[in-house]
């Protein structure tokens, strides 16, 4: 059943961590990927590997008349919120009022109007102290509950499948240590977005910014034009960024620069910011700026006070389907056929689909049910996400060779 599912992934603690050296970045991947070694197995696929660095990978015989599909999802949650002990709970045929999730703690309609979509559905919360991990513990459970039909059911026809769950994706690693040997396919879909009748085959170019601070410490009695606080540079650097270029402000198209952590001290600091925008050139005037205001402030202060790195992470994957929309095409026709109104949503974000569409392999993302991702506020839609094995199991059925 694919709320049991749900339920089950949830349990495990797969928080990744940035500032992690390993691959993966948390033991906690690794027990929820042994647990789905053993399901894929009990479930008869064939080819199943758990390797040495955490990905799962199984094979699904299918009929030959059709296309070779993958299927992916991505263990690990974002750090944003803890991911530790989770405690789910089901609210079935929701009111549309705020939702208790502890003595102190409300999602609320006001600042979350997504609920009033869900008016009479049933749907999992958290209790406030946790991420649910629907994202993308949402998507495994679609990908897992479709198997388990198309496995039961021997009236259903498909072709070959491929499925890997990877790690990491929340920290932009999650191809990094891909094998594409057991992922031949004619293309492939990952299971990582919200609402079940959106296709996505665009994303944000992402780069990071690393900046450090290099402070003078001066004994605060006998500072006067000789101490420099590395803290206070880091506050200036952050009050010369555009305020309206970030998240809380911006939508659609819109970038952004999101500053992620602050930490330091007098003598030392350091921020990381993110860096996303969908247009190429956008992207770079966006880390052009962080250069300006580095050279400003190196400038003023008269020695490399600001230690700058841009690091470049994923690109716009929709530049890749420009005469190659058969995934996409199969999407919107299997979403009509289930009777879904589809929308063609540009990802305010990236998935593993980016990457493997750079690589090779097309992957447009679709989406499992889950709304209001990497925080205490998360939920899951138990009706959308078996609105999304349908789509699922459509697709595949629909995907003849021509």
């Not at 015989?61 to 991505?74: I, K, V, W």
Request: charged share 30%; net charge negative.
């Amino acid at each position: 059943m694919l709320l049991d599912k749900l339920l089950d992934y949830a349990s495990y603690d797969t928080t990744s961590h940035d500032e992690s050296e390993t691959f993966p970045s948390s033991e906690g991947q690794w027990d929820l990927a042994r647990h789905l070694k053993e399901e894929l197995e009990k479930l008869g696929l064939e080819n199943v590997v758990l390797d040495e660095y955490c990905y799962v990978y199984g094979y699904l015989p299918g009929d030959d008349r059709y296309l070779t599909l993958g299927l992916n999802a991505h263990m690990d949650t974002s750090e944003q919120a803890s991911g530790k002990d989770a405690k789910p709970r089901v609210i079935e045929n929701y009111d549309g009022t705020d939702i208790r999730l502890n003595d102190e703690l409300y999602t609320t309609v006001e600042r979350f109007p997504n609920l009033k979509d869900y008016i009479g559905k049933t749907l999992v919360v958290t209790d406030g102290n946790t991420l649910l991990g629907a994202d993308d513990k949402a998507g495994i459970a679609v990908i897992m509950e479709t198997l388990e039909r198309l496995v039961k059911d021997p009236s259903i026809e498909y072709g070959p499948i491929w499925v890997c769950f990877s790690p990491d994706e929340e920290v932009g690693r999650g191809t990094e240590h891909f094998n594409y040997d057991l992922f031949k396919v004619d293309f492939a879909y990952t299971m990582d977005g919200d609402k079940p009748n959106n296709i996505e085959y665009e994303n944000f170019n992402a780069a990071t910014a690393v900046i450090e601070f290099k402070g003078i410490s001066v004994h605060p009695g006998s500072a006067k034009n000789k101490l420099v606080n590395a803290l206070q540079v880091a506050h200036e650097f952050h009050a010369m960024m555009d305020p309206d270029a970030v998240p809380e402000k911006t939508e659609g198209y819109e970038g952004f620069n999101m500053l992620m952590s602050v930490q330091g001290d007098v003598a030392n600091a350091k921020m990381a910011y993110i860096i996303r925008n969908h247009d190429m050139e956008k992207l770079q005037k966006q880390k052009h700026d962080f250069e300006v205001i580095r050279d400003h402030l190196n400038q003023k202060y008269g020695y490399d006070v600001v230690d700058l790195k841009l690091i470049d992470a994923y690109r716009n994957m929709k530049e890749k389907f420009i005469g190659h929309m058969e995934p996409v095409d199969l999407a919107r026709k299997a979403m009509e056929e289930v009777g879904l109104d589809y929308h063609e949503v540009a990802i305010r974000g990236g998935t593993d689909g980016a990457s493997l569409t750079w690589n090779g392999i097309l992957c447009p993302n679709l989406g499992t049910g889950g709304q209001n991702f990497h925080g205490v506020h998360e939920f899951w839609c138990v009706e959308d996400g078996e609105k999304s094995v349908e789509l699922l199991m459509k697709i595949l059925s629909l995907a003849k060779k021509a």
